[in-house]
């Protein structure tokens, strides 16, 4: 058993003390990332909650559950921060990978507490995949909403239509790892691929997605 909110004031504590010396975008960048990790920890009390009032396993919460409570909950801070302060796109983008690496980190790191990290080879795959994952599937999103938005299509639809997909992709990545065997090699490398499919946009269509 492990102490999850503990290992969150340790971790959270300095960065929450960086603040008051940094500005501009490391400190948008800070304080995303600390919103990742709470976010995690209140997606994982709520897919939890989820899971034991519905009588899922264990399995079946992580395919069924916890993609739509993560993703959701990752999108929230990005729309209450897109409808307070009208960022740039480039922020928005910022805003989405900060939150979505805050969210691995803190995921990554209760795992290896729980599990163990005896394993190099697993542990950067974790890393890879997981860790990427959470990233990607935020930053997809932030993309189809900027796209959307200079559009002229930015709506609840366009919104609803992005976080289906984002669930989509995640529940996908977790049914795939939940067996051995080469449909676990496909999953790990979902998120690899689509971070290079990302990183390839914001070359080619840098009037499209600023960095």
């Known amino acids: 058993m492990i102490y999850a909110e503990n290992i969150l004031l340790c971790i959270a504590i300095p960065l929450l003390v960086s603040l008051l010396f940094i500005r501009g975008s490391a400190r948008l960048f ?17 897919s939890s909650f989820l899971g034991l009032i519905s ?14 409570v993560e993703e959701l909950m990752k999108l929230l801070p990005f729309l209450i921060f897109l409808a307070l ?8 983008t910022m805003l989405a990978v900060a939150i979505g690496a ?13 599990a163990g990290a005896d394993s190099l080879p697993y542990i950067l795959i974790r890393g890879l995949a997981v860790g990427v994952m959470h990233i990607v599937s935020i930053l997809a999103l932030a993309v189809w ?14 919104i609803l239509g992005g976080l289906s997909l984002a669930m989509s992709f995640h529940a996908l990545y977790n049914l795939l790892v939940s ?14 691929l689509t971070a290079a499919m990302l990183y390839h946009l914001y070359r080619k269509l840098p009037r499209i997605v600023e960095l």
Not at 34 to 44: D, F, Q, S, Y
Not at 145 to 158: N, T, Y
Not at 179 to 192: A, D
């Open 85 to 92: 302060f009208s960022p740039k796109d480039r922020n928005l």
């Open 145 to 158: 909403m900027i796209v959307s938005k200079r559009l002229k299509a930015f709506s609840f639809p366009a």
């Open 55 to 68: 009588g899922m396993g264990g399995e079946d919460t992580s395919v069924f559950l916890s993609p739509v």
């Open 179 to 192: 067996r051995p065997g080469i449909s676990t090699g496909i999953g790990y490398l979902m998120p690899l």
């Open 102 to 114: 805050g969210f691995a980190t803190f995921e990554n790191c209760c795992y290896i507490l729980t």
């Open 30 to 46: 800070t304080a995303a990332f600390l919103l990742g990790m709470g976010v995690c920890l209140l997606a994982a009390y709520i």
